[in-house]
């Protein structure tokens, strides 16, 4: 069969009317600058990206805090300078950056704004396993043309398209206009992403989950009892035996599950409770909620769906329970029962 471009598949979808031309530009844009962090990704200690940002008695630390890596900072530089003059933006939103970054005035706007995380798990770099890009594209409200955090505060289900590109043996872009959810592999010799799966669906039920165990005895009770129940195997409650996996790497976790299933889970713990979570709303649970979601699966914060939340920060954090939808929802179960019971 003729291989199906990313250009192509998009004009596709112009065609039936899930994206407009703008949009599909966008995405162009944001794939090509993936191409480039890919390139620095895969240098490694040749290209002299390994290692922390900023100098040895001063690094670099971003908004959230953490010390920032080399290619944190390379890889934002590279999503600020490509999606700066395409004229389809009106401001970008980064895990790395405090504040929206607006479009120079020198350039055209648009009517999209894009959020991203330029390199999330960025810790593995240095130890050579897969990391990557998250986005998600909200529409600009209307009449606003300078746009502030607040306007950027839309719920997931406002998001228009929303992808991550997993740098791994092969570079592999997962992409939704809620159509679906579509992936696309780099023919690295031609250089353009090819179609290498449309339509994915998410087996609903699972043998696998993902969570960091050395959380556990920092977990809510329901937590406790879940996972204590998934652990008990074929002797336990569930009836069965679970495998488990940590990557570190929500990308590389998430891209598994999209692939062959599975759940991921980064529940509230004791250390983390006044922050809300570890992973972050805006440019990390909704993106990969809504990839999920039209996949088939389910995306909640183990009380309620990730999507429907009403954000109140740009740099919130929120518990990320998603996957295989029916082990999401037993997952979910075990804390709303929890809530719900009496005393
Ligand atoms: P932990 C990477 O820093 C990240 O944001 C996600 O990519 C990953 O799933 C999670 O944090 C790993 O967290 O606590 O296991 O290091």
């Not at 670099?60 to 999606?83: F, H, P, R, T, Y």
């Not at 999330?120 to 746009?147: K, M």
């Not at 039209?294 to 954000?311: K, Y």
């Amino acid at each position: 069969m003729k291989p199906v471009s990313l250009i192509q598949f998009m004009i596709e979808e112009r065609r039936a009317g899930h994206v407009n031309a703008e949009l599909s530009l966008l995405i162009e844009v944001v794939a090509r600058a993936c191409k480039r962090i890919a390139v620095a990704t895969n240098k490694g200690a040749l290209g002299g990206v390994l290692g922390m940002a900023g100098s040895e008695d001063a690094l670099s630390m971003n908004i959230q805090g953490e010390a920032q890596k080399k290619l944190d900072v390379i890889s934002n530089e590279i999503l600020l300078e490509a999606n700066a003059w395409g004229g389809h933006l009106a401001a970008c939103a980064s895990e790395e950056m405090e504040d929206p970054q607006p479009i120079p005035d020198m350039y055209p706007k648009g009517n999209h704004l894009l959020l991203f995380d330029p390199l999330d798990g960025s810790s593995n770099i240095d130890v050579n396993i897969s990391v990557g890009t998250i986005f998600s594209v909200l529409r600009c409200p209307d009449g606003v043309t300078e746009p502030k955090a607040v306007d950027f505060l839309q719920p997931g289900t406002a998001q228009l398209a929303a992808g991550y590109v997993v740098y791994g043996p092969a570079t592999v872009l997962v992409l939704t206009f809620g159509h679906g959810t579509h992936e696309f592999t780099l023919d690295r010799e031609v250089g353009s992403f090819v179609l290498s799966r449309r339509d994915i669906r998410i087996p609903a039920e699972t043998a696998e989950f993902a969570i960091n165990m050395s959380n556990q005895r920092h977990w809510q009770a329901p937590m406790q009892r879940y996972i204590g129940d998934l652990l008990a195997g074929k002797d336990g409650p569930r009836g069965k035996d679970f495998n488990m996996r940590w990557v570190a790497s929500m990308v590389a976790d998430v891209h598994r599950i999209v692939t062959r299933g599975g759940v991921f889970y980064y529940p509230l713990d004791a250390k983390i409770l006044q922050q809300g979570g570890k992973l972050r709303l805006m440019y990390e649970a909704n993106p990969m909620a809504f990839i999920v979601e039209q996949a088939g699966g389910a995306a909640t914060t183990g009380r309620e769906r990730i999507m429907a939340l009403q954000p109140t920060a740009l740099h919130q954090r929120v518990p990320v329970f998603l996957g295989s939808r029916r082990e999401v929802e037993l997952a979910t179960h075990y804390h709303r029962s929890a809530d719900e019971a009496p005393g």
